[in-house]
């Protein structure tokens, strides 16, 4: 059975850093791109970075870009997001997710075939 367990939200100040993690089962880790998506309140889930298998390439929303870095671990099939300068906005449920090799850039729900139950991320002003 696939699982994806995110990990390492909390209640940060404006300008603070959080790193999450995303660990990963039930699947062959190397072959899959894994994203993240975040949700706030009242909004539509938005796809906010990707990382490829093998070749390792990322992907970044402009939202997040130069703020946020996404890593990957084969050995311990987890995923990293390292969030720095966080902004108020930046508020939301945020989930890991996986698909077949790699990332498109159009970062759209239905490219990614399963979630976890994400973790909360606040920022307060």
């Known amino acids: 059975e696939v699982q994806l367990q995110a990990s390492g939200g909390g209640l940060v100040q404006r300008g603070g850093s959080l790193r999450l993690s995303c660990a990963v089962s039930?699947?062959?880790?190397?072959?899959?791109?894994i994203g993240w998506f975040r949700q706030a309140p009242g909004k539509e889930r938005e796809g906010i970075s990707c990382?490829?298998?093998?070749?390792?390439?990322?992907y970044y929303a402009d939202s997040v870009k130069g703020r946020f870095t996404i890593s990957r671990d084969n050995a311990k099939k987890t995923v990293y997001l390292q969030m720095n300068n966080l902004k108020p906005e930046d508020t939301g449920v945020y989930y890991c997710?996986?698909?077949?090799?790699?990332?498109?850039?159009?970062?759209?729900?239905?490219?990614?075939?399963?979630w976890g139950q994400g973790t909360l991320v606040t920022v307060s002003s």
């Open positions: 039930g699947l062959i880790f190397e072959d899959h791109a």
């Open positions: 997710t996986i698909r077949r090799f790699i990332c498109l850039p159009t970062m759209k729900n239905s490219e990614y075939d399963y």
């Open positions: 990382v490829s298998s093998s070749v390792g390439s990322t």
